[in-house]
Every structure is written in structure tokens, then in C-alpha cells.
């Protein structure tokens, strides 16, 4: 079974498929997905404490878990050298050979590097400026044209006030898109709210969504 | 002729000399290499250990610490406080300069306090336990874009912290320099960066505190909200309407970036359905939103940003699609350019 399939599995558990119809028929022809999905919610059930007491009576799973760690008993044992670290080791370097062989050739034929690398540094001139237009701090950081006090918030600059008059850009449509997609970010897994501080980072004179001019 | 004859020997003679030291030049190069290599092999699982460490660390620890946010030129200040115990997990982020604004989420919803715009805006979380817990960072899958190498310890906020270096392989998405606290994991300090280094945002703990135990009232919101507007997405499920349930594809996808899953979810201030398509390269996440055209006012035409997050949006038919995510403007410019409907499967739909 993939990790694909799994995850599919438990995002059909937490309803969070839009498409399910396919994961279903799996499900239903597939006796270890079948298998795999009561377990899901066994553990589901014994985390959450849902177990009937007939089933589990006295099942905390939790302290039982913490009273097993206890008595575990604490193994103090030399490292001990290892041969497979030793073939890995000798691994890298034939790899490494190998490599240094590559490199020998295309370095020993500039033509065949050098049509490599054209097609790369032509790749997107549009992108660079917009990169470029990014470090700008003096086109980023406008000044909210309106920061008068209970105004709704219209804190959008315009980089190029011409070309976006009749464009702006609401926060509140933005904030709401961000929230779904924080929630769903991968890297909210490895920062938590984090991602949250571009939202409550805002202060009163600053800009929230400052808009990028590179309309055609 | 005679002279040409010897222009001729000469220019042999330079290319030679040329070849020679180029020669030169890669045995030195290829001798360096396998120490490289082999390094390299082994800090792989130092890294991977170090990013599990890390996303254990953030949900599963109590603590509460001030934090400065830079974006370009700006700077604010932020506490967080993350609580864990038997309710699950908890967080309330509280900006400490200005706004007042606050950010309290749970198991169950987000909720965003905007003292600012009077406003309350509420959204469904993700839980948080699904099953299995999966860890989403895969070392492999990362390598695929980036480059990762540890760079030594430095201190963050009184902590002693290992630095990780996560570099970009193309422009299609930024680099991370982390620094990760040495005991706990917890992430301590991020420098943001576009394909040249240069930093485009950054995070840093200047206090930071942990805690066996924090209490309800410090997780409760500090503004009053009861004369403010309140805007909350139902909580019953959104099924597409007829009209919107129609396929979308992405046909321009930059390199390593997969559809992860696809869901329907409400706006909360307009109470409109959305599409949500999610993409990602195993590190950055890119949310394509599609919903039927109304108000058009509101639309987030062509390219905007918010820090570090990039956001494109264009009309399609009687659709609307914004794209957003913590990529470079180009990414979200060629993802949302690229949506276009899927051919029609005959027989499916009306």
C-alpha cells in the first residue's frame, strides 16, 4: 500500500476529501486498506477515550504508557564500530569517483557545459524582476494611503497607484485565504501558529498586502 | 604564411597549457570530493533526526515567549504562548506593538482578533491528530530541491541551537536557515531567503520560557470582543454547488511540487464556497482557491503580497482563482496562469 493511499485514508477519516468516490471503491475491494481503517479508529477511539468500558474498562492509555516507560530498564552499552557505517563510507567514495569522472569529462568539453547552461540562465527574465522588485525596500514599503481610524482596514499600498486604482486588493479576502491555507500549509507541521505572525504582525500605519506592478 | 604557420604553433602551445592546468584544476577538485560526499551521507540522518526533533518539539511542548518579526524594512514584536495537556493542544499568538491583534486556535477553530477592523474572523482548524501522525517533512523528498547542511551551533534568545541550512535548488521557492534549540527542538530563529540569500523575512525568540503547565486564563483572548463583527465559516461541511463541482487541473506545476489533497471550505466574511486545492514540494505549500465570480471588487487581481507570502489572481470564466502560498511571486504567477478546466470525462456530470 502507498503512503499516498494512507494518507488519502486518513484524510477520508478527518473529512477532508472532496473526491472520495475512488477511495471508497479501494476501501471496499481491499481487505488490508479495510484492515487499515478500523485500526484508524481504534486508535482514534482509545486516544480520545471513546472506548466503552466493557471493551477497555480502566483503559488510559496514557499512564499506562508512562508506568511502562518507568520500568523500562536504562541499557548503558558501548557504541559498538560498526562495518555497514564502514561500506557506506566506501559507498561515498565510489560514488564520489564517479562523480569526479563526470566532472572530468564535462569540464574537458566546455561546449557541452556551456549549452547546459544557457537555457537555465534564460530561463525566466519575468521572475528576476519581480525578485528584484522585492528587495526594493523603498517600492515595498509604502505608507498606507488611508490610516485614518476606523476606516476599514485599506491599508494596500499601491506601487503603481495608476495602474491599481480601480484593483484593490482586500485584506479581508486575503486573510481568509490565508487562514485555509496556514491550516494546510506543511510548514505549519514544522512551525505550529508561526505562519499566524504575518497576520498579527500588522500595525496600525503599516501596510498589509503591498501588490507587485508587473501587469502586462 | 609563415606567420600564420607560428600563430598557428602558439595557440596550440596556449591551449596545452590551458589543458593542463584545467587537469590540475580537477584532480584537486575531484580529490576534495569524497570527504564531501561522505560527510554529507552521514549528516543526511543528523538532519532528518533534527527535523523530526523539531516538529515534535512544536506541538509538543508548553511555552511562552516574545518574538520580533521582520519582513523587508519592518519590524514587530509578538508573544506566543503554546500550551499542551490533556484538552490537546492550545496557542495564542498577541501582537505586542500597535494593532493589538490576536490569534487563538485549537483543535477546533482559529479565531482572529482584529481590534483594528472590529472584527472577529473564525475559521476550522485542521486537526492536528490525524492518523497516522505523519510526519510531513521527508528528507528525500526535500533533497529533490534543496540543498540541507548543518552550520554549526549559535546562541538564540539564551539558548544554544543547531543552524540548518535548507537552500533552494531553482527560484521556484525560498531558502530556510533555521536554528533549532539544541535540548527541546523548538524552532528559535528562521531567516527566509530568495534564491541569492538574501533574507525576505525573518523570525526571531528574544525570551523564551517553557512551562510543565500553563493556565486557561493566560490562553483567553485580551481584547473585548463583544461590540465587535463576528464572521464565522459554518461548520457544516460545503459541498460544491453543480456549477463549481467542475474539475480544475493545474497544467504548469514548477518542478517537485505535487497536489497533496483537495477540499471545499468557506471564506469566513463572504460565506462563500471555495475549491482548495493544495500543492507542495514537501516543504513549501501553495493553496489554489477556485470559487464562482461575486464579488469582484474583493478579488485579489494580478500579484500582491504579505511578507513572505505571495498571492495571483485572475478570472477564469465565471470563475475566480486566487493562488497563495510562501513561494516566490513566480511560482504563484505560473501555477495560477496555468489552471485551467479539466477535459470534460463523458458521461460524469451533467
Known amino acids: 500500500m502507498s503512503d499516498k493511499a494512507k494518507e488519502r485514508l486518513s484524510a477520508l477519516m478527518d473529512d477532508e476529501l472532496v473526491d ?136 494596500t499600498a499601491h506601487a503603481h497607484s495608476h495602474k491599481s486604482a480601480g484593483n484593490r486588493a482586500s485584506t479581508s479576502k486575503f486573510s481568509g485565504y490565508l487562514l485555509n491555507h496556514n491550516e494546510y500549509s506543511v510548514s505549519a507541521n514544522m512551525q505550529g501558529m508561526l505562519p499566524y505572525m504575518r497576520i498579527v504582525g500588522a500595525t496600525q500605519n503599516q501596510p498589509v498586502i503591498i501588490r507587485i506592478a508587473n501587469e502586462k | 604564411m609563415r606567420n600564420n604557420r607560428l600563430l598557428l604553433v602558439l595557440l596550440r602551445i596556449s591551449r596545452r597549457c590551458y589543458r593542463q592546468s584545467l587537469k590540475r584544476l580537477v584532480i584537486f577538485v575531484s580529490l576534495l570530493m569524497p570527504l564531501n560526499l561522505v560527510l554529507a551521507d552521514q549528516h543526511q540522518e543528523e538532519i532528518q533526526a533534527w527535523l523530526e526533533k523539531m516538529h515534535s518539539a512544536v506541538h509538543g511542548l508548553s511555552y511562552e515567549g516574545i518574538f520580533v518579526y521582520g519582513q523587508h ?47 472577529v474572523v473564525v475559521q476550522k482548524s485542521r486537526p492536528r491528530s490525524n492518523f497516522p ?21 549559535g546562541k538564540v534568545a539564551g539558548y544554544i541551537s543547531q543552524k540548518i541550512n535548507i537552500l533552494p535548488k531553482d527560484k521556484f521557492r525560498y531558502g530556510y536557515h533555521l536554528w533549532v534549540e539544541e535540548k527541546t527542538g523548538l524552532l528559535l530563529k528562521t531567516h527566509l531567503v530568495v534564491e541569492d540569500d538574501i533574507p525576505v523575512e525573518q523570525f526571531m525568540f528574544t525570551q523564551l520560557h517553557f512551562y510543565d503547565h500553563i493556565s486557561d486564563e493566560q490562553l483567553k483572548p485580551g481584547v473585548d470582543s463583544s461590540q465587535f463583527n463576528w464572521f464565522e465559516a459554518p461548520a457544516k461541511k460545503q459541498h460544491a454547488s453543480s456549477k463549481a463541482a467542475r474539475n480544475w487541473q493545474v497544467k504548469h506545476l514548477p518542478a517537485g511540487f505535487l497536489p497533496d489533497i483537495k477540499r471545499m471550505t468557506t471564506l469566513p466574511e463572504n460565506l462563500m464556497p471555495v475549491e482548495h486545492l493544495i500543492f507542495s514540494d514537501g516543504l513549501a505549500t501553495v493553496s489554489v482557491f477556485i470559487e464562482e465570480m461575486m464579488d469582484s471588487e474583493n478579488n485579489l487581481r494580478g500579484g500582491s503580497h504579505m511578507g513572505a507570502v505571495h498571492a495571483f489572481g485572475r478570472a477564469l470564466d465565471d470563475f475566480y482563482v486566487t493562488v497563495i502560498g510562501e513561494v516566490p511571486f513566480v511560482t504563484v504567477k505560473m501555477i495560477g496562469e496555468s489552471v485551467a478546466p479539466a477535459v470534460k470525462v463523458s458521461g460524469k456530470n451533467d
Open chain 1, 20 to 155: 472520495f468516490e475512488q477511495d471508497i471503491n479501494h476501501l471496499q475491494d481491499d481487505d488490508s486498506l479495510k484492515q487499515r481503517w478500523m485500526r484508524y479508529h481504534l486508535i482514534r477511539d482509545v486516544i480520545s477515550g471513546h472506548l466503552p468500558d466493557a471493551v477497555a474498562p480502566d483503559f488510559d492509555l496514557a499512564a499506562r504508557v508512562s508506568v511502562a516507560l518507568e520500568h523500562e530498564p536504562t541499557i548503558l552499552a558501548p557504541r559498538r564500530f560498526q562495518p555497514r557505517q564502514l561500506m557506506k563510507q566506501a559507498a561515498g567514495l565510489a560514488i564520489a569517483a564517479t562523480v569526479s569522472a563526470i566532472a572530468i569529462i564535462s569540464i574537458q568539453n566546455p561546449d557541452i557545459s556551456q549549452t547546459g547552461v544557457t537555457p537555465l540562465a534564460a530561463a525566466d527574465k519575468q521572475g528576476e524582476k519581480v525578485v528584484a522588485f522585492n528587495q526594493n525596500p523603498a517600492l515595498v514599503s509604502l505608507p498606507a494611503t488611508n490610516s485614518a481610524k476606523g476606516a476599514p482596514l485599506s491599508r
Open chain 2, 133 to 153: 501522525p505523519r510526519f510531513p517533512i521527508d528528507i528525500n523528498t526535500l533533497q529533490k530541491n534543496y540543498y540541507l547542511s548543518l552550520d554549526g551551533k
Open chain 2, 73 to 119: 524594512n519592518q519590524l514587530s514584536s509578538m508573544k506566543i504562548i503554546h500550551s499542551v495537556d490533556k484538552n490537546g493542544e492550545r496557542e495564542r499568538l498577541i501582537s505586542m506593538d500597535g494593532s493589538g491583534r490576536e490569534v487563538i486556535r485549537d483543535n477546533n477553530r482559529v479565531v482572529c482578533y482584529l481590534p483594528d477592523r472590529n472584527s
